[in-house]
Structures are given as C-alpha cells and as structure tokens.
C-alpha cells in the first residue's frame, strides 16, 4: 500500500506519480461527472479515498451559455429571448420554460429556420474550405473533437464505410442522405491519432468522388479544430457523436455544447453522457454499447478483436476493404493499418466490440429523423433540459462547496 500510495515510485524503476503528487498537495479532488468521481474514489485513487474521504467531490463540468449560444448562435439567442426573455443569459434553468413550445408548430417552425440558417452557413464555409458542395438538408452527423483512440473516431470511419459499401455494392438505399463531419487535431507525437486523421481522409476521397454515393453521403474533415471553428460548426450540428469506450471520458463538455444548441446526442453511457441523457430525457438520446461494468467484464476475460471480426459479416466486409485499400486509395498502407490496429494489436479500446450496437443506434437515429416534426420537438426538449450544464451552476458548486466564497453585488 505504501508503495501504491508513494509520491516518488521505486517498482519497476524510480519514477514521479503525477497522480499522487495531485492528491497529496490538494485540499480537493474533483472527477468532474458523478460517474468519472465515482471511478477515482473506487479505482484510481481508492487508496487515497480510504484515507482521506473528504478530500474527495464531484462538480460536474459546464460550458458557458455566453460563449456557446449568445456568441455562437446569435440566431438561437434571439428566438430563446423572444420565447423565454433575456435572463437565460445569466440564468440558463430558464430554458425550462421551453418545454411547453414543443408542441407549438409557430416556435417549431422558428427552431428549424435558425438551424437551417446555421446549416447554410457552415455549407458556405465548407465550400469556401474544401471546395465540396454538401446537401444542406441533409442530417449534419458531427464528431468533433481531438483525436483520440478512446474517443473512437475509428467507430464512425467503420459505419460510414459500412453505410459506403452498402451503397455502392449491394444497392442499399439510406433512409437519410448525411453529412459526416469530423474535426479535431492529433498530437504531435500521437502516431496512431496521425493514422486515424489519414483514414478519415482516404474514407472522404473514396466516398466525395463516388457518384453512386454522393447523393447519400458526404464525409468531411475540416482543418484546424480551435474554438473559432467549433463556434461555426456546433450551431450547424444535427446529431452529436459522443462514442468514446465506457469509462474513459471524464466528462467531455462537446457532448453539452451541442446538446445545448439543439443537437441530439448518439453515446455510449460514459462521463457526463449519463448525467446529460438523465436531463433530457432518453428520447432524446439514442444510447449504445457496453457499459463501464461490461467493458471490466470484457477486459478481464480476454477480449479478443478477430472473434468479433468472425461473428459479425458486416464487419469483415468493412475490414477486408480497408485491407485492400480500396477506402484509402492515395494510401493503401492507411488501410493496412486500420486491420493492425484494430485486429492484431488487440484493440486496446473495443471498437470492434461496440460497433454491431453504434450501428443499430444509428438505424433509430435515422428513423427519428425521417420524422421532421418527431426530430424537431426532441431537439427543442433537448435544449430546455440541459440547464444544469452552464458553467455557471458548476462555478457557483465549486464556491459553495469548494472554496467557501460567497457572491458579492
Ligand atoms: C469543447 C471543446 C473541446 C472538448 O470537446 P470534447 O468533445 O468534450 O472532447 C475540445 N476542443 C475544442 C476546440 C472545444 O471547443
């Protein structure tokens, strides 16, 4: 116990516990969602937890209304001061008076306009960028985000490769013509999150010059994801793309910035996804994969990427096209990767695994949004229940419960 609880580890070789420092030299500890402090008291500092229980808390995290809707959907911001008044600038549970417009055809129609105008304006910038004309009508499907192999941007390239396939080889018709739409940076030294911004790219060259598949898909990668950016796309956004491995997220605060401006959420139950999907409601959230408990399960039994690439044809379909670098014809070797990775190095975090349920997830979303009306009214309700993720309730926790301040005039 003491050489779990060291600052300075001596086994296998001397070296510094950043973790342990942390704790040590703090007064509190925050996991920053009720799921993610609950993993740190039980697991990652459970010995710490059991010596000094209240050190530890939860504030779960928030985005600030300021930057994410009056600055960036200065369209949503109006209607939401003409249907609830101004104060939920300061006060965002005033969305809450939202709830009864669902229902009203005048404030849906209303709604749609300032998300179609969004959507019009990000195909402007996408045209000005990648020079690709993207179909505005249709669902703007959005992961954006660093790149990370938790994060699981790979599951999305494997459905959007599966939704290609089915298209041009077996004729299949989608319910929903969709934009897939990734951003996000990769860190410098991050090899396999390089690899993963070129797969998404040799997927968008095989699909954006397919002609069988342009009138039912487009992907896209858009350079450079900074808040300038995500300001442009979130406001635009239809369906937020929230899929990391159960247990890995902390929290994520994208997943509240695109719920807020009226996106519905696909996710696994990880981070504040569970918190969020509780708000709004589970219409409003179409949830998938295994849980945190199951993944443990999984792990400690052996999991084993190939037996799942065995059992499940659609995705030894997706595999062997990779392989064969027909999804990444300019580079063939990026294709050789995706089976390396995701096959023989043992798929440290089991996309393979979750990838039979995101699909089946993404059959309900698209059925949702065949019904306009349906889409619209979960969006609305989407936005009216995620009061409690402004920063300022989770500032106003962290006074409270943290700090001991108290407000001034
Ligand atoms: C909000 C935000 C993030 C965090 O996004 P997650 O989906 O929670 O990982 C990262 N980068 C930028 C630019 C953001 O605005």
């Known amino acids: 116990r003491i050489e779990r609880m060291s600052i300075l580890k001596q086994d296998p070789e001397p070296r510094l516990s950043m973790g342990a420092l942390a704790v040590v030299g703090s007064h509190?500890?925050?996991?920053?969602?009720?799921?993610?402090?609950?993993?740190?008291?039980?697991?990652?500092?459970a010995d710490f937890a059991a010596m000094w229980p209240e050190r530890f808390n939860n504030k779960t995290n928030g985005v600030s209304q300021r930057r994410w809707v009056l600055t960036a959907n200065p369209g949503l911001a109006a209607l939401l001061d003409a249907t609830v008044g101004p104060d939920w600038v300061s006060d965002l549970d005033r969305l809450s008076v939202l709830e009864r417009y669902a229902d009203d055809t005048g404030f849906r129609d209303a709604f749609v306009d300032v998300k179609q105008d969004n959507k019009a304006r990000l195909v402007g910038y996408i045209n000005?960028?990648?020079?690709?004309?993207?179909?505005?009508?249709?669902?703007?499907?959005?992961?954006?985000?660093?790149?990370?192999?938790?994060?699981?941007?790979?599951?999305?390239?494997?459905?959007?490769?599966?939704?290609?396939?089915?298209?041009?080889?077996?004729?299949?018709?989608?319910?929903?013509?969709?934009?897939?739409?990734?951003?996000?940076?990769?860190?410098v030294g991050y090899y396999h999150a390089k690899q993963t911004i070129r797969a998404i790219l040799g997927l968008a060259y095989a699909v954006n010059k397919d002609r069988r598949a342009r009138p039912y898909m487009r992907v896209l990668f858009l350079p450079d994801y900074r808040v300038t950016l995500a300001e442009r796309i979130i406001p635009a956004a239809e369906l937020s793309e929230q899929i990391s491995t159960a247990g890995m997220e902390a929290s994520g605060t994208g997943n509240m910035k695109l719920a807020l401006n009226g996106a519905l959420t696909i996710g696994t139950r990880d981070g504040a996804n569970i918190e969020i999907e509780k708000a709004v409601?589970?219409?409003?959230?179409?949830?998938?994969?295994?849980?945190?408990?199951?993944?443990?399960?999984?792990?400690?039994?052996g999991y084993r990427p190939q037996d799942v690439l065995n059992s499940d044809p659609m995705l030894s379909r997706v595999m062997d096209a990779f392989v064969s670098g027909r999804l990444s014809p300019k580079a063939p070797e990026v294709g050789a990767w995706v089976h390396q990775r995701l096959v023989q190095d043992g798929d440290d975090f089991m996309v393979l695994a979750d990838f039979a349920s995101y699909r089946e997830a993404q059959e309900r979303v698209s059925e949702r949004y065949l019904s306009r009306k349906d889409w619209t009214q979960s969006a609305i309700l989407s936005v009216a229940r995620m009061g409690r993720f402004s920063s300022d309730r989770a500032i106003r926790e962290y006074a409270e419960g943290i700090w001991g301040a108290k407000p001034v005039e």
């Open 281 to 301: 409601g589970p219409e409003q959230f179409f949830a998938f994969g295994m849980s945190v408990e199951e993944v443990r399960q999984l792990r400690q039994l």
């Open 28 to 45: 509190s500890i925050n996991g920053v969602s009720e799921l993610h402090s609950t993993l740190v008291r039980s697991g990652l500092f």
């Open 128 to 187: 000005d960028i990648l020079g690709e004309a993207v179909d505005p009508s249709s669902l703007f499907d959005v992961q954006v985000k660093r790149i990370h192999e938790y994060k699981r941007q790979m599951l999305n390239v494997l459905r959007a490769a599966s939704d290609y396939l089915r298209i041009v080889d077996d004729g299949y018709v989608p319910p929903i013509p969709r934009t897939y739409i990734f951003a996000g940076k990769a860190a």
